[in-house]
């Protein structure tokens, strides 16, 4: 992305994660399979990815594949891999072009190996952009997350865990905590999303399925967010 829209204040948004909900029915109330509601669904992603690109939005988080999406039928599953490997390949040049670098958060070790392959080549190929970071939450869940750095805690044997020092393990440790964090699809709850980081975020809950998102949609989402008080435990 060359050019970054300054017509819009994004205030101090540094870190926007969407919860990509309501791909099902969406495809349901068109009287479609599943599948292409997800196929759908990518394509949303790419669209607000490259309004965040425009915006300068430093990092945005996308919730692609949950710890427990597992309990969902093979065929379901599969269909999920095999959008996020095809397409991530086939838009490699695109996200070149926007300048977006990829990371991942979750345990992509039980995934097959096309598709661990697919992520690690485009994190690699991507890796030196320096624009928007999209990272792709994937076989992610918060829970698995603090234990993921327990135990890397305890493998150091330290005597005790401080916030800190257990923020220096978790997935995306590089990363700022998400400031606000969008769901779509009317349900209201984080799914297991960064329970830990996302301790101070704002929320927003959309009634929009992912696949009617839109720039616009963003849009109001950077406006909403910046008429909220943030406080953090101060009084203002
Ligand atoms: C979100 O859409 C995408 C993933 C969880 C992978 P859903 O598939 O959950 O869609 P609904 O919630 O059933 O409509
Ligand atoms: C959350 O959506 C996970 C993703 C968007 C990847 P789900 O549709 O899996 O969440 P629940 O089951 O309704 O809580
Ligand atoms: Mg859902």
């Known amino acids: 992305m060359k050019k ?3 017509k819009k204040d994004i205030g101090n948004l540094k870190h926007i994660a969407f919860i990509m909900d309501g791909n099902g029915r969406w495809a349901k109330k068109r009287g479609l399979p599943r599948n292409v509601g997800h196929k ?9 990815l490259k309004r965040c690109c425009e915006l ?11 710890t427990e999406n597992w309990n969902r039928s093979k065929e379901e599953v599969d269909a999920i891999f095999g959008i996020v490997r095809d397409n991530l390949v ?11 670098k990829i990371s991942t958060m979750g345990d992509t070790s039980k995934f097959p190996k096309d598709l661990q392959d697919a992520l690690s080549d485009i994190k690699k190929s991507t890796e030196s952009n320096t624009g928007t970071i999209l990272n792709l939450c994937i076989n992610y869940g918060g829970r698995a997350d603090v ?3 327990v135990n890397q805690v305890l493998a150091k044997k330290l005597a005790k865990v401080t916030e800190e ?4 393990h978790l997935y995306g440790a590089n990363l700022p905590d998400p400031d606000l964090i969008v769901r779509t699809s009317g349900e209201q709850r984080m799914s297991n999303f960064l329970i830990w980081q996302g301790a101070y975020a704002e929320l927003l809950f959309l009634k929009q399925n992912w696949p009617s998102m839109s720039p616009k949609l963003v849009d109001s989402c950077i406006t909403k967010f910046k ?6 435990g101060r009084v203002k």
């Open 4 to 6: 970054i829209d300054k």
């Open 40 to 48: 759908f669904g990518y394509e949303k992603m790419k669209v607000v």
């Open 56 to 66: 300068g939005v430093p990092v945005v988080s996308v919730y692609a594949f949950s």
């Open 90 to 100: 086939a838009d490699t040049p695109l996200f070149q072009e926007w300048n977006v």
């Open 147 to 149: 234990c993921y750095a």
């Open 165 to 168: 020092e257990l923020g220096k």
């Open 227 to 232: 008429k909220r008080n943030r406080r953090f």
